[in-house]
């Protein structure tokens, strides 16, 4: 598809003719995204690409059935053809389901929407790119044990316009960019890993790249050399019931799997049993299971700054929202869609409907999950430990299938003693039962030490989607958790 | 899909156009009817088709990718210019080696026609009876069907010009009755080896039982572990030990160890792309044909696979294990194949004393200490208690953390019978595994209801 426009008149003529065709409602959705991706490792340029992908996902509700096709080609014959397709598609299924689908009611919108920036990332030289790149590894380099230093930074412009049956015309553009840097060292049978400023690619943030800027990738190589260094000779911690704080770069992924996850109510619904599992948080709780302490207030927010799961609609044409998931302790919210809000009985969509490009059709997603922060400052939440640990940077997940039994492992943890930080520790592994871990949960840090994250690899549908989701939270603190070593 | 005759014509033009001193191009081609349902209700029916063409331009020792999935000449013109652009703002990479040259392959021998024209409505009669027939047990149904084609077309400035068509299709059904859960899934080439009623019979096997689950205490016990749990397990390894990338970084657990037994030696593991019980690939995505590579020889540390890049760093020629030019995990062992026993899944059962049978695992997580292979995942549909030889009663979820290695030292039976495992969704990666009845196992956690 010719990528420079939008064939807005095409598409418009595309939903014409779905209603010519009796749909009872269709939406017509042009994506197009570029991404840079820059990897030096060891000093040298490990991978340099970039990938623009463009084309259009036609989803169609035919007699209560839905039918999607998706083409990258842009002349009027191909899309209508698409058109043709996914209508066929619906009726096909129409003829096997006895329950129609019903959609939630949305104003159909005329808008547009552009998500802030100072500057446009697309615009830096790819040689200043590259040169702080080769600057933050060569701080990263060195010492013999250190194995291998890798440094990354990507960028994202995606470039939407929607156009529903219903008449709704939204255009948005929606900018990210992210950086970080990993380390292994190696000594012996022990091998470490640092990173820097989160894991997995977690500073990603809906900006330009005066985020890459504020994350002084240098003065973190210092930092996490360091670090990795002393873990090869750090012990493991004492396996046992502790008090443990996890900083908001573990919080993300306790947050992802354990909230984000199991309020998605097309999980909830049973559409995802032959992939990712079901929930827990079956509707017969809502409003009533106690999900966590009263000092636990969780919220999908589409409308953070910053946030990578953040924009002025989702891929349904619904407004962006702030739903509270989690009130003081009592499970309240889910992330939903007009389909399962409907199924549901719930008077609006919860607008959380998101594709991961034009050939896949919008399924209830995470935007940003964020744990609200307390009052306490870090140090008072410290004060009160006895003992206990700190733990920092998420290393490996795993929750079941109902969302229950999680356990994590992290990159680096501290000892806490008498409210004081303590020798380093390797290794850390926690586990625990989602409800009874966040009911433990004693107390949140405050405004000033909240940060929010990025997820860019939240794997959900068949085929497979991965999407971009924003995680906010304080430091947490939580008593009587099962802490062990991962060796 | 665009057929071989254009795609390797339109990706020899463009590598005869660029101006860089070698260019390799890869195109990844795939259409997809994919139907999801549950609890009587179609929820997604669609149709996908795409194609992602990577172009790597290397200029001396500079190199630059860019990719696209737009396929007429001004798209792949600009891409091909972005990439060679890309490579003159690259800072020289001293060790790199040169295309492979000269690999002239074509394949169609996967290919079914009628496979490739089926859509939804191959599965929509039989999932009418499967609702039907899960509505009469009382048992609710989900799951999800696929089926499609796929191609793949490697060209490089050197003389590679490889292209492979091939269909794919397949099924996944979760049953459920009362407290209990069943699974079962196959993948196969053609449309019409797929027989719905025959899964729908194995999962429903797995829960129709008026039993409640019973809770475990947690220790270490007996497992055995049906093809689906050891597949994901031995993925997971692939991924994380038999790459000539973590071995280099030290981070995989035959790092330093080549030669040294590692496991029971009744345990052989080996990549073969080639091989028609797996989902045959004869060449890798920088046009490498692939080889038969022995991993893990009687229970011995054996081998790695290499792409060209690290075969260069060890003085080794690629097996043929290169991934896709803008990927950065380094080569991979996509074909696994686990040599089977001689004992019959029953067989195995009957010689369990108290043990766990589990058909599959849920989010198995590899990365918690990679030079050990320390994994954790927990038990998901159809998690049996087995006591003298016998399935005594469904367990509730189990959380295993467990070194393979450790695991895979303690083997007690291996299965004759093997099958496929592998995702419908995607072409590339499956593993061909036996049943495995293994002495110890460490549960570590269950999960408890809200």
């Known amino acids: ?487 | 899909m665009i057929g071989s005759t254009r795609l390797l014509e339109e990706l020899t033009r463009l590598a005869a156009r660029s101006k860089a001193d070698g260019t390799s191009i890869c195109a990844q081609g795939q259409g997809r009817h994919v139907l999801r349902f549950a609890y009587g209700t179609v929820h997604q029916v669609l149709f996908q088709e795409h194609i992602t063409v990577t172009i790597k331009a290397v200029l001396g020792k500079r190199v630059g990718v860019a990719s696209t999935d737009t396929f007429d000449r001004a798209s792949l013109n600009r891409t091909l210019a972005a990439a060679v652009a890309l490579a003159r703002h690259s800072p020289n990479h001293p060790s790199l080696p040169p295309l492979p040259a000269s690999h002239q392959l074509l394949t169609t021998e996967d290919h079914d026609a009628a496979t490739a024209q089926a859509g939804p409505e191959a599965f929509l009669p039989s999932l009418k009876r499967l609702f039907h027939l899960c509505q009469g047990a009382g048992a609710s149904l989900a799951g999800s069907c696929a089926v499609g084609e796929d191609e793949l077309a490697v060209v490089n400035s050197a003389g590679v010009a490889c292209y492979a068509a091939s269909t794919l299709t397949g099924a996944k059904l979760v049953t459920m009755y009362r407290k209990l859960s069943g699974f079962s899934s196959r993948v196969e080439r053609q449309v019409s080896r797929l027989n719905l009623e025959a899964l729908l019979e194995t999962s429903l096997g797995q829960c129709l039982h008026r039993q409640a689950p019973i809770t475990l205490p947690l220790g270490t016990y007996e497992v055995i572990l049906e093809p689906e749990a050891v597949a994901e397990l031995l993925m997971w390894l692939g991924s994380i030990a038999f790459g000539a990338k973590s071995f280099h970084e030290k981070s995989s657990c035959i790092s330093g160890r080549i030669g040294e037994q590692v496991m029971d030696k009744r345990i052989t593991i080996l990549d073969d792309g080639a091989h028609p019980d797996g989902l045959r690939m004869l060449f890798d995505f920088e046009g490498v044909p692939k080889r038969r590579v022995p991993l893990i020889n009687r229970g011995t540390a054996a081998g790695l696979v290499y792409d060209t890049t690290y075969g260069h760093l060890y003085g080794q020629a690629s097996t043929g294990h290169g991934l896709p030019p803008d990927d950065v995990e380094g080569p991979q062992p996509l074909h696994m194949f686990l040599e089977p026993g001689t004992a019959s899944r029953d067989e195995l059962i009957r010689g369990c004393e108290r043990g766990v049978l589990i058909p599959r695992f849920h989010y198995v997580n590899g990365l918690l200490n990679p030079p050990e292979a320390l994994m954790t995942g927990l038990t998901r549909e159809g998690a049996w208690l087995i006591e003298r030889g016998r399935r005594k009663a469904p367990v509730t979820t189990l959380r295993f953390t467990h070194s393979l290695l450790d695991a895979l030292r303690h083997v007690v039976a291996i299965s004759k019978e093997r099958h496929r495992v592998a995702d419908p969704m995607q072409e590339s990666g499956c593993a061909v595994v036996p049943a495995l009845h293994l002495a110890r196992f460490k549960f570590t956690g269950r999960s408890e209801d809200a």
């Open chain 1, 1 to 487: 598809m010719a990528a420079e426009r939008i064939p807005r008149e095409l598409l418009l003529d595309v939903t014409r003719f779905l209603k010519r065709q009796g749909v009872d409602y269709a939406d017509v959705r042009f994506e197009r995204v570029q991404h840079e991706s820059f990897v030096v490792q060891q000093q040298q340029v490990h991978s340099l690409s970039v990938e623009e992908t463009a084309g259009v996902g036609i989803r169609v509700l035919f007699r209560g059935a839905w039918g999607f096709a998706a083409t990258p080609h842009g002349g009027a014959p191909r899309l209508k053809r698409a058109a043709a397709q996914a209508v066929a598609l619906a009726k096909a299924s129409a003829s096997v389901n006895k329950q129609p689908v019903k959609l939630v009611p949305v104003e159909p919108a005329r808008a547009t929407y552009r998500s802030p920036y100072e500057i446009d990332p697309f615009s830096v030289p790819l040689s200043k790119k590259l040169d702080y790149l080769m600057w933050a590894t060569s701080e990263l380099m060195g010492p013999q044990a250190v194995k291998r230093a890798t440094a990354h930074m990507d960028f994202y412009r995606r470039t939407k316009f929607f156009a529903s049956t219903d008449g709704a015309q939204i255009q948005q553009v929606l900018l990210e960019s992210g950086a970080g840097l990993e380390v292994v060292a190696q000594q012996g049978n022990e091998v470490q890993l640092r990173s820097y400023p989160n894991s997995h690619h977690g500073a990603l943030a809906q900006a330009g790249f005066e985020y890459v800027k504020r994350l002084d990738l240098v003065g973190g190589a210092k930092t996490i050399q360091r670090e990795v260094l002393q873990l090869l000779r750090a012990k493991p911690p004492k396996p046992g019931l502790t008090t443990l704080i996890l900083d908001p770069t573990q919080m993300v992924m306790q947050l992802h799997e354990s909230c984000g996850h199991p309020t998605e109510l097309d999980r909830v619904l049973g559409q995802e049993l032959s992939y990712a599992g079901g929930s827990f948080l079956t509707p017969e709780h809502l409003g009533k299971l106690r999900y966590g302490s009263d000092a636990v207030t969780i919220v999908a927010d589409a409308t953070v700054p910053g946030g990578v799961g953040s924009f002025g609609y989702d891929d349904e044409g619904v407004p962006a929202r702030r739903v509270e998931l989690v009130r003081q302790g009592l499970f309240t919210g889910y992330l939903s869609s007009r389909e399962s809000a409907s199924r549901l009985g719930l008077p609006s969509s919860g607008g959380a409907m998101r594709a991961e490009h034009w050939d896949t059709p919008p399924l209830v997603r995470m935007t940003n999950v964020n744990l609200e922060p307390g009052e306490a400052t870090v140090e008072e939440l410290l004060r009160d430990v006895r003992r206990g640990y700190l733990l920092s940077t998420n290393k490996s997940w795993s929750i079941d299938d109902k969302r229950l039994n999680f356990q994590f492992t992290t990159e680096i943890g501290r000892e806490i003693i008498n409210g004081h930080m303590g020798a380093l520790i390797a290794n850390p592994l926690y586990t625990g039962i989602t409800p009874q871990f966040w009911g433990r949960c004693t107390g949140l840090s405050n405004k000033a030490s909240w940060q929010l994250w990025g997820v860019p690899n939240c794997a959900k549908g068949e085929p497979m989607q991965l999407m971009h989701v924003g995680h906010g939270a304080p430091y947490a603190r939580f008593d009587g958790v099962w802490i062990g070593a991962a060796d």
